[in-house]
């Protein structure tokens, strides 16, 4: 029995719910509107102030469907009304970030800058850093996938090294470390 998918999803003041017929469920609010296409076999019930998705049958389909488009339209929720936030900083002996014309520009240990554009649906920013602090990239926006994505696309240009822990990492993210080479005693 999936617990998520028996949970109501709460609408908050401000925000309007509609599902049409063909199971497209809309939700906008105070920051901008969302959408997304929900399979035929789950039903959608928008109540006075609630939101509740329910399943035809127990099939193994049926109960990973039901949790997930719950989850789903529980994030678009959030997404109108706070939105969503993830941090990076760059660490390493010269590493920077800075915005250039709505381009996010890096400078992690290559012997080239290099370049991210970004979606129009996120909001990329960076924060140069002062001394003794790393520069960060904060990922703004109301569709939860896609800033994550950014955040992920962002990171993967140079992730962080295990040796001396330098590249993009996620603000507060725990980096394993390994023992470097050590001389062998003669």
Known sequence: MSRIGLLPIAIDKGVQISVTSGNEVRVKGPKG???????????????????????????????????????LIQNMVIGVTRGYKKELEVIGVGARAAMKQGVLELAVGFS?????????????????????????????????????????????????????????RYVGEDVRR???????AR
């Open 33 to 71: 509107e969302l959408c997304t296409q929900v399979n035929l076999d789950i039903t959608v019930r928008v109540e006075a102030d609630t939101v509740t998705v329910h399943r035809p049958s127990n099939l193994k389909r049926h109960r990973s469907q039901h949790g997930l488009y719950r989850a």
């Open 178 to 184: 390994k023992a470097g080479k050590t001389a062998a």
């Open 112 to 168: 080239h800058p290099v370049y991210f554009v970004a979606p129009s649906e996120v909001n990329v920013t960076a924060d140069p850093g002062r001394r003794g602090q790393a520069p960060r990239v904060t990922i703004e926006g109301i569709d939860k996938q896609l800033v994550g994505q950014v955040a992920a696309k962002i990171r993967g240009l140079r992730p962080p090294e295990p040796y001396k822990g330098k590249g993009i």
